[in-house]
């Protein structure tokens, strides 16, 4: 068995999509193996409070809400959104540790970010931002698929994009994508990689041909920054070859979408993956948005099936297999070193290299 999958502690991740928290269901989400239920008050306020009952550890996810408060649906326990147990049945006492953690959220950008780790911490750090996908200026669409993988393939799988013209062939992938040299960048003091791949004269795949209308060749740039441990972001710009962008992307022939993921670990095994696709062209065309929406879930589900096969392989691996890293490996081993750090400094100090560590090695 490969070493177990460590979580990095005292970070911000992304629990939901806003949308997805409201009062008529209590909505069930584990985080970093921390089982959460999330609900709004009736002014609107997002909530995350353990998801086990401090008497019999039944889920609150399966109770109901009283107004600001949850019922427990076993017996009755009844907690505010504090997490305190405001009524016990059968008895006026209520005893002292009868409790249950809530959780610092912050809803920004159509995500809702928690803090997972200790409380007390949540004010020194404020979760990355992806303005883009709650900009009017901008239109998104976006999804979450689950993942029977553990998070760190989905960190290298996003990290090296070179498996697009093998793995996406046909959607989003091109020869020039696995032919073009990456320049990588570690920013260890702010836990940002970045990862640039631009070709200068490259096929047109279907994903842009179809939503940009672009016929013929494409300058084609693809900017990745990785906010570790959760936020992903790829700065898609491309254009008719000859009308090169800006350096800072602003051209306005070009054509600019930002591809967001929020790689959330679940359990150590699964994991949440939040995708969403924010273009700045075409913002009113719902045959666009129909067509990104249905093709790029059609792409993520393309990497769900090929991560969740090689969690398979990797679960079973003894820890002295050896893998092999080329150049196209700098992004995810930068991604790698800076998670296990994360993870060194928050007291979980097994390794995620060793979960992903087969993951090339599989793949080649
Ligand atoms: S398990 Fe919740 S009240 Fe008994
Ligand atoms: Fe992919």
Redesign the pocket.
């Known amino acids: 068995m490969t070493a177990k999958t460590a979580f990095a502690r005292n970070q911000w991740y992304v629990v939901a999509y806003g949308t997805e928290v409201g009062r008529e269901e209590l909505l069930a989400r584990t985080v970093c193996g921390e089982p959460l239920v999330l609900y709004r008050t009736e002014e609107g306020a997002a909530v995350a409070l353990a998801d086990r ?1 401090v ?4 889920p609150l996810s399966a109770s109901r809400l009283d107004g600001d408060r949850v019922v ?6 009844t907690y505010d959104t504090t997490g305190t147990c405001v009524y016990v049945p059968g008895q006026r006492r209520i005893p002292r540790t009868a409790r249950v953690a809530s959780y610092p959220l912050v809803e920004q950008d159509s995500f809702v970010w928690v803090w997972i780790g200790d409380p007390a911490l949540a004010a020194t750090t404020a979760p990355p931002r992806a303005p883009w996908l709650a900009d009017p200026a901008w239109a998104t669409v976006s999804g979450m698929e689950p993942l029977a993988a553990r998070y760190g393939l989905l960190v290298d799988n996003l990290l090296d994009l070179s498996h697009e013209t093998y793995l996406h062939g046909g959607y989003i992938g091109t020869p020039e994508v696995a032919e073009t040299p990456i320049t990588t960048e570690a920013d260890d003091e702010h836990n940002i990689v970045r990862v640039s791949r631009r070709m200068a004269d490259a096929a047109c795949p279907p994903f842009y041909a179809k939503s940009t209308g672009i016929e013929g060749r494409i300058t084609r740039w693809q900017d990745i920054e990785y906010h570790a441990p959760c936020l992903y972001q790829l700065h898609s710009r491309i254009a008719p070859v000859g009308v090169l962008p800006e350096e800072d992307g602003s051209d306005p022939n070009g054509f600019h979408t930002e591809i967001v993921y929020a790689i959330t670990p679940s359990t150590e095994n699964t994991t949440y993956d939040f995708w969403a696709v924010a273009r700045d062209f075409a913002q009113e065309d719902q045959e666009v948005s129909d067509f990104l929406h249905k093709f790029n879930r059609e792409v993520v589900l393309q990497d769900v099936t090929a991560l969740d096969l090689l969690e398979k392989i990797v679960a079973d691996e003894p820890d002295s297999v050896q893998e092999l890293s080329i150049n196209i490996d700098t992004g995810g081993l930068a991604a790698r070193r800076i998670l296990r750090r994360l993870c060194e400094e928050s007291g979980t100090a097994e390794g995620t290299a060793e979960g992903t560590a087969a993951a090339a090695r599989a793949a080649r």
């Open positions: 009952c008497h019999r550890r039944y427990c649906g076993y017996h009755g326990f």
